[in-house]
């Protein structure tokens, strides 16, 4: 149990033994004999208690205890006063252990019960005027619902704020009481307290209220953005509308939305004389329903409706009272209910707002809600939905003038077309000649490139030696050095140009293959023997895995050869010193065709995906790989690959740990003749 003030013992309350008090009753106090200091402490519990309290009805639950154990009274009752800042009373209710099991239970008596049984209701404050009798009178309507009897005597007191009643206290005595003298002292005491208990409440519905204004224009602002933003998007008609209707119903939170549009018997109608109803039918363009809000599409049933605007005495009401939306709080209560178009089911959903869609003076149609329970609906959102309906008047006429005037421009398009393909035609033809001249010349800029560069070394080697030799006096020894280079650049000019002859001849000619069975096993070893010997300069090794069994191929044995070399000297050139070389080959079926696999595996620097769409292409390396050669190695395997109608694929695996990668070239060749197995005869 809490003492809400920390003052010396002689000032604190003196609280009932616990086992006298219901469980939930936190505040039974009783007045203490000296009646002056009690007169000063009250205020200030009521103070400490509004000091405390984050939450305002609680705030007042809290003080109607202490009032009602404090006064001995059967039931207390704190009652916020209506005015123009707060639309609605807010009531706190106290009863006391003799009546709290009636409160809560269905044994309360009912407003017929309580009015008839009018009690005796003396006010506190002096002087006694007309509006604290109405505001005492209107705070026991709206604080007498919940109590278990008939009040039989109460003393009210209006409290005070601004210069205006902004509560009412209410003592309330369930059988005659006579109230004394120092009761209503002490209440007017309290007034300023409880005076500024109701202030708050008052002031934290006026903020609950203005957020909740402030979320619905948000959504208001988000409506009318939403639909600006579909009147300039490209969809059709019909999906804009659906869209408008289902956004707008679901900002204003009703039960059902309709967009109804009207087509004109006489299309010279535009605008009506005064109470005219016109011949006209209408059809639903758009539809949105509480109990399917995520259906983007109007149900079969709702759009197969349509109806004369003749039969339906709802449609007919936009002309007869024109300027003016239609608002119905509960059609059932009206004679011409049985006249309304079924298509409105206006038994499960009798609210109805209906406002029209005009455009100077002529109704093109209506916007319809319902709802199933009646709505009293406030002026900013009759304002949003005469936007949201000029808004959507605006966009019917902008897609039946754009329809109109993409009319006129097909037909002027259709004539124009036949001039214009001739063109289109010409220029297409140019363009792509013009490509390919472009793409041409780059081939031309980059081959010439690459080869200038791949001719001018050697040949600047060549011409250093020539000159060299041409000194006098030069020793035997160092005319034999400049002899062997000489001899090297000329094998290597030699051999750039065989390359290229031969990548010309496989990329021009399709020579038929001179095929020969050969024992690949046998074949992969001599070549990895003489392969040994050139790793021991860098360190490295090799090492061959190849079947138990003589592995048997059928291919063009020279093609082969270059092959395998080129692919082993391309591992030998990027791989890291000290490390191995693999060389794998075994033998696959896939989809019944027996294959031949050969991998060839080094350990350097890894292969971006970039590199790999160009790493087979004439006079291409990856970034940062150039080294001295003819740079046709990769693409002249390719060539060959392709030439024996095989396949090669190369990958990079990064390795843990380690800046480096395992790559991996995997050469695959097919087998030609049902005779020639992978495994020899013997086997």
């Given at each position: 149990?809490?003492?809400?003030?920390?003052?010396?013992?002689?000032?604190?309350?003196?609280?009932?033994?616990?086992?006298?008090?219901?469980p939930?009753?936190?505040?039974?106090?009783?007045?203490?004999?000296d009646?002056?200091?009690?007169?000063?402490?009250l205020?200030?519990?009521?103070?400490?208690?509004?000091?405390?309290?984050?939450?305002?009805?609680?705030?007042l639950?809290?003080?109607?205890?202490?009032?009602?154990?404090?006064?001995?009274?059967?039931?207390?009752?704190l009652?916020t006063?209506?005015n123009?800042?707060?639309?609605?009373?807010?009531?706190?209710?106290?009863?006391?252990?003799?009546?709290?099991?009636?409160?809560?239970?269905?044994?309360?008596?009912?407003?017929?019960?309580?009015?008839?049984?009018?009690?005796?209701?003396?006010?506190?404050?002096?002087?006694?005027?007309?509006?604290?009798?109405?505001?005492?009178?209107?705070?026991?309507?709206?604080?007498?619902?919940?109590l278990?009897?008939?009040?039989?005597?109460?003393?009210?007191?209006?409290?005070?704020?601004?210069?205006?009643?902004?509560?009412?206290?209410?003592?309330i005595?369930?059988?005659?009481?006579?109230?004394?003298?120092?009761?209503?002292?002490l209440?007017?005491?309290?007034?300023?307290s409880?005076?500024?208990?109701?202030?708050?409440?008052?002031?934290?519905?006026?903020?609950?209220n203005?957020?909740?204004?402030?979320?619905?224009?948000?959504?208001?602002?988000?409506?009318?953005?939403?639909?600006?933003?579909?009147?300039?998007?490209?969809?059709?008609?019909n999906?804009?509308?659906q869209?408008?209707?289902a956004?707008?119903?679901?900002?204003?939170?009703?039960?059902?939305?309709?967009l109804?549009?009207?087509?004109?018997?006489?299309?010279?109608?535009?605008?009506?004389?005064?109470?005219?109803?016109?011949?006209?039918?209408?059809?639903v363009?758009?539809?949105?329903?509480?109990?399917?809000?995520?259906?983007?599409r109007?149900?079969?049933?709702?759009?197969?409706?349509t109806?004369?605007?003749?039969?339906?005495?709802?449609?007919?009401?936009?002309?007869?009272?024109?300027?003016n939306?239609?608002?119905?709080?509960?059609?059932?209560?009206?004679?011409?209910?049985?006249?309304?178009?079924?298509?409105?089911?206006?038994?499960?959903?009798?609210?109805?707002?209906?406002?029209?869609?005009?455009?100077?003076g002529?109704?093109?149609?209506?916007?319809?809600?319902?709802?199933?329970?009646?709505?009293?609906?406030?002026?900013?959102?009759?304002?949003?939905?005469?936007?949201?309906?000029?808004q959507v008047?605006?966009s019917?006429?902008?897609?039946?003038?754009?329809r109109?005037v993409?009319?006129?421009?097909?037909?002027?398009?259709?004539?124009?077309?036949?001039?214009?393909e001739?063109?289109?035609k010409?220029?297409e033809?140019?363009?792509r000649?013009?490509?390919?001249l472009?793409?041409?010349?780059?081939?031309?800029?980059e081959?010439?490139?690459?080869?200038?560069?791949?001719?001018r070394?050697?040949?600047?080697?060549m011409?250093?030696?020539?000159?060299?030799?041409r000194l006098?006096?030069?020793?035997?020894?160092?005319?034999?050095?400049?002899?062997?280079?000489?001899?090297?650049?000329?094998?290597?000019?030699?051999?750039?140009?065989?390359?290229?002859?031969?990548?010309?001849?496989?990329?021009?000619?399709?020579?038929?293959?001179?095929?020969?069975?050969?024992?690949?096993?046998?074949?992969?070893?001599?070549?990895?023997?003489?392969?040994?010997?050139?790793?021991?300069?860098?360190?490295?090794?090799?090492?061959?895995?190849?079947?138990s069994?003589?592995?048997?191929?059928?291919t063009?044995?020279e093609?082969?050869?270059?092959?395998?070399?080129?692919?082993?000297?391309?591992?030998?050139?990027?791989?890291?010193?000290?490390?191995?070389?693999?060389?794998?080959?075994?033998?696959?079926?896939?989809?019944?065709?027996?294959?031949?696999i050969?991998?060839?595996?080094?350990?350097g620097?890894?292969?971006?995906?970039?590199?790999?769409?160009?790493?087979?292409?004439?006079f291409?390396?990856?970034?940062?790989?150039?080294?001295?050669g003819?740079?046709?190695?990769?693409?002249?395997v390719?060539?060959?690959v392709?030439?024996l109608?095989?396949a090669?694929?190369?990958?990079?695996?990064?390795?843990?740990?380690?800046?480096?990668?395992?790559?991996?070239?995997?050469l695959t060749?097919?087998?030609?003749?049902d005779?020639?197995?992978?495994?020899?005869?013997?086997?």
């Open positions: 149990m809490k003492n809400y003030l920390s003052l010396p013992v002689q000032y604190q309350y003196q609280y009932p033994d616990p086992d006298d008090l219901h939930t009753q936190s505040h039974s106090v009783k007045l203490m004999q009646q002056e200091e009690f007169v000063h402490d205020p200030l519990i009521i103070n400490h208690i509004i000091a405390n309290s984050s939450v305002t009805s609680l705030m639950q809290e003080i109607a205890q202490l009032l009602g154990v404090t006064f001995n009274v059967d039931c207390c009752c009652v006063v209506t123009e800042v707060s639309d609605h009373a807010i009531a706190a209710n106290w009863c006391s252990d003799e009546y709290l099991a009636m409160q809560h239970s269905d044994q309360l008596c009912s407003i017929e019960q309580l009015m008839t049984n009018l009690p005796v209701v003396e006010c506190a404050a002096e002087p006694l005027t007309m509006e604290n009798i109405c505001t005492i009178q209107n705070s026991l309507v709206v604080g007498s619902k919940y278990p009897l008939p009040s039989k005597s109460v003393l009210a007191l209006p409290t005070r704020w601004g210069g205006k009643n902004n509560g009412v206290i209410c003592l005595k369930f059988h005659a009481y006579d109230w004394q003298e120092s009761e209503k002292q209440l007017k005491v309290i007034e300023s409880c005076a500024i208990a109701f202030s708050q409440v008052i002031q934290a519905q006026l903020i609950a203005q957020c909740q204004s402030l979320q619905k224009f948000n959504h208001h602002q988000s409506l009318i953005k939403q639909l600006t933003t579909l009147s300039r998007t490209n969809l059709e008609l999906q804009m509308l869209l408008a209707i956004s707008t119903a679901e900002t204003l939170q009703v039960d059902r939305g309709l109804i549009l009207l087509k004109y018997t006489d299309p010279l109608f535009k605008i009506k004389p005064q109470k005219q109803i016109p011949q006209a039918k209408a059809s363009a758009g539809e949105w329903n509480r109990e399917r809000p995520n259906s983007s109007m149900q079969p049933d709702t759009l197969a409706q109806f004369s605007l003749a039969d339906c005495s709802l449609c007919q009401r936009v002309f007869t009272e024109m300027g939306p239609v608002i119905i709080t509960d059609y059932l209560d009206l004679q011409e209910a049985a006249t309304v178009a079924p298509l409105f089911t206006i038994e499960a959903l009798p609210t109805v707002l209906l406002m029209p869609l005009e455009n100077q002529k109704v093109l149609g209506f916007l319809v809600l319902q709802q199933a329970l009646p709505r009293h609906w406030q002026p900013a959102e009759l304002n949003l939905i005469e936007m949201v309906c000029a008047s605006n019917i006429i902008q897609s039946q003038t754009l109109q993409q009319t006129v421009v097909d037909e002027r398009t259709a004539k124009l077309k036949s001039s214009l001739l063109q289109a010409l220029h033809r140019t363009r000649y013009v490509g390919q472009r793409e041409i010349n780059e081939l031309k800029d081959f010439l490139s690459n080869m200038s560069d791949r001719l070394y050697p040949l600047t080697n011409l250093m030696s020539i000159k060299n030799l006098p006096g030069i020793a035997p020894e160092r005319k034999a050095k400049y002899l062997d280079i000489l001899e090297q650049e000329c094998t290597k000019e030699i051999n750039l140009i065989n390359d290229l002859l031969t990548l010309q001849k496989l990329e021009s000619d399709h020579e038929p293959l001179q095929f020969e069975t050969i024992n690949l096993n046998t074949k992969i070893q001599e070549l990895g023997a003489v392969f040994q010997s050139k790793l021991v300069a860098k360190g490295s090794t090799i090492t061959v895995d190849l079947p069994k003589p592995l048997m191929l059928q063009e044995l093609s082969f050869d270059r092959i395998i070399q080129e692919l082993l000297n391309n591992a030998y050139t990027y791989s890291e010193h000290e490390t191995i070389v693999h060389l794998q080959a075994f033998h696959q079926v896939e989809a019944q065709v027996d294959q031949v050969i991998k060839v595996t080094n350990t620097r890894a292969i971006s995906e970039e590199e790999s769409t160009y790493i087979f292409d004439k291409r390396r990856g970034k940062g790989r150039w080294h001295p003819t740079g046709l190695g990769l693409a002249l390719k060539s060959l392709q030439h109608n095989g090669i694929a190369v990958e990079s695996v990064p390795i843990s740990d380690s800046s480096l990668s395992e790559v991996c070239f995997t060749l097919p087998q030609f003749s005779e020639s197995k992978p495994y020899s005869q013997s086997d």
